[in-house]
């Protein structure tokens, strides 16, 4: 079992940033790859990035990259979403999430898929305004 724990959400203008931390325990977390996904009201849960287990790929979706950085920090087993230039539509919950370790390793073909996530926090709210 892995449980996760967001922080780092809260309210902020257009423009500003927002870093969001994703904390890890029961399980190794060298070894757990992890996703960031948000979902914003009455819309469906969207892929934002992720990282491999090594750190070595990191992965965005168009509407983020260049804007957001995913980055890990194994002693503290922490993943981090710091989110730049932010915007209204990047207002919602955000999510992270990690799949087991029998789960295949991430590349731009899965990264994506809810499926492959089996563990998940239970979600931040930001909220970007005007």
């Known amino acids: 079992q892995v449980q996760l724990v967001e922080s780092g959400g809260g309210l902020v203008q257009t423009g500003g940033s927002l870093t969001l931390s994703c904390t890890a325990s029961g399980s190794a977390f060298s070894i757990l790859s992890m996703g960031w996904f948000r979902q914003a009201r009455g819309k469906a849960r969207e892929f934002v990035a992720a990282i491999s287990w090594n750190g070595a790929d990191t992965f965005y979706s168009d509407s983020v990259r260049g804007r957001f950085i995913i980055s890990r920090d194994e002693h503290k087993n922490t993943d981090y979403l710091q989110m730049n230039n932010l915007e209204p539509d990047d207002t919602a919950v955000y999510f992270c999430?990690?799949?087991?370790?029998?789960?295949?390793?991430?590349?731009?073909?899965?990264?994506?898929?809810?499926?492959?996530?089996?563990?998940w926090g239970q979600g931040t709210q930001v909220t970007v305004t005007v």
């Open positions: 999430a990690v799949p087991a370790p029998t789960e295949p390793a991430l590349t731009s073909s899965n990264v994506r898929s809810l499926s492959l996530y089996d563990y």
